[in-house]
């Protein structure tokens, strides 16, 4: 049976009755939000600690309480569940493959960005000091959280906001003293990791799904790419021209004529590597430096705020791509080094430590994909900021993902020195990482 194109038309309607709904939703939430907010201001603090003597709003308290638990119930059922059928399968020795369904459809209809500030405005609410140990409590027991590890006493955090981006006792994170090493920015799982190879390097979300690095960093990134055909001489020339100029030199020359590159005709230069580590809820949510290096620009998208549990990452095209994000960029005594902290439910807000000025998920009207993010230089003639290994650099309030794109040493061909030295990730997809511990090393062979 042939159909003309006139049948087509009858779907006009249909799609503006749901964008209408669509907008009804957003704009039900939005105001949500505005009006608790306009009577309840929030705390935005993720300092140490909050006020011991307050006792917090008492018309808030019973409401708070409520929502927290259950929020907290649910999360926890719906973690126990997808765990259970995670470890089912891989006790069977299977990897679950992307495979899209009408949940990840139907969550591109939520008004998710405007639930994310609901949820912040509802964690930053003043708990009184004798609910506040037992709330904790009970998210750590639901979540698998080390409360022992906390820098203050439960009494002194103010709100399950505060709560979230705590920080540690000194000594709970050690960081590898090894200088050939690259230790985890954040604790949480190890999801993939690898070399970046081919035309139009990709990095996988999951099996049988993959997205492309430069939609991931921008397409204004600074990722060593070079033009098919000429990998190996041009990759000798561009090492040769590096190391004859000054880092200063070379990143303002970068910085003051960023070049687009075609995503069809260039490949990574070798030694280019990535890793994604998923942080849970129970996690410590902050981010930190994996090595010694200088960032130079920040970059801040603007996008949606789906989930980036198991499932999600199953069902949900260019999940990483699609959802808020700030990536940034720099060098470091190997190269290039690029951190992405990805936003989701829930996280709206990603608190830069560097830059504590940036706000995300902020209300806007539409969002357009196409745009370009906000970018912001440090230090436009190429110095930069630099940051120690180990040093902090963004907080989540909630679990979150973090990718990490870097060059490390490789011997650059077959004819090369072999006492080289070659990096080589010293952990495998779904190990459990703790900030400060190796995630690959390089070595004399």
């Not at 698998?144 to 505060?162: F, I, K, V």
């Not at 690095?213 to 397409?219: E, F, R």
């Amino acid at each position: 049976m042939k159909f003309g194109g006139r049948r087509r038309v009858p779907a006009l309607p249909y799609c503006s009755r749901l964008n209408r709904l669509q907008n009804q939703h957003r704009f039900f939430f939005a105001s949500s939000v505005r009006r608790l907010q306009a009577k309840f201001p929030a705390r935005a603090s993720t300092s140490n600690g909050g006020n011991t003597d307050s006792q917090g709003n008492p018309f808030l308290v019973p409401g708070a309480t409520v929502a927290t638990i259950l929020m907290l119930g649910a999360l926890h059922a719906r973690r126990m569940y997808n765990d259970k059928k995670i470890e089912e399968a891989r006790e069977r020795g299977i990897e679950l493959e992307f495979q899209p369904d009408a949940k990840a459809a139907f969550l591109r209809l939520l008004p998710l960005r405007s639930i994310s500030r609901l949820w912040g405005t509802l964690t930053s609410v003043e708990l009184p000091v004798w609910l506040r140990p037992h709330v904790y409590k009970g998210w750590a027991r639901a979540f698998h959280a080390n409360l022992e590890e906390s820098a203050l006493p439960l009494e002194q955090y103010a709100s399950l906001q505060e709560f979230f981006v705590r920080t540690l006792k000194e000594g709970s994170r050690p960081i590898d003293p090894d200088p050939q090493c690259l230790v985890s920015p954040v604790d949480g799982t190890i999801l993939r990791f690898g070399e970046l190879k081919g035309v139009r390097p990709m990095i996988d979300q999951v099996k049988g799904f993959s997205y492309s690095v430069s939609s991931l960093l921008g397409a204004s990134s600074f990722l060593p790419l070079i033009a098919e055909g000429n990998v190996h001489e041009e990759s000798s020339e561009e090492e040769k021209a590096t190391t004859e100029k000054s880092k200063k030199t070379w990143w303002r020359i970068s910085l003051a004529s960023p070049k687009v590159q075609d995503p069809v005709s260039v490949s990574p230069m070798r030694g280019l590597f990535y890793c994604v580590i998923y942080l849970r809820l129970g996690d410590y949510h902050r981010v930190h430096s994996p090595v010694d290096w200088n960032v130079l620009i920040r970059r801040h998208f603007s996008g949606h705020l789906f989930p980036l549990n198991e499932r999600a990452t199953r069902t949900i095209r260019n999940l990483y791509v699609e959802n808020e994000r700030v990536v940034l960029e720099g060098r470091w005594q190997g190269g290039f080094m690029a951190i992405a902290a990805i936003g989701a439910t829930n996280v709206g807000s990603i608190k830069l430590l560097i830059e504590p000025e940036l706000r995300t998920n902020l209300p806007i009207r539409k969002l357009m994909h196409s745009e370009q993010p906000e970018e912001r230089v440090y230090e436009p003639e190429g110095i930069g900021m630099m940051l120690k290994k180990g040093n902090e650099v963004a907080a989540f309030n909630m679990g979150s993902t973090v990718v990490l794109v870097f060059q490390a040493p490789v011997p650059k061909s077959p004819n090369e020195n072999p006492s080289s030295p070659e990096f080589s990730f010293c952990v495998k997809s779904g190990d459990r990482i703790r900030v400060g511990e190796a995630l690959g090393r390089w070595h004399e062979l």
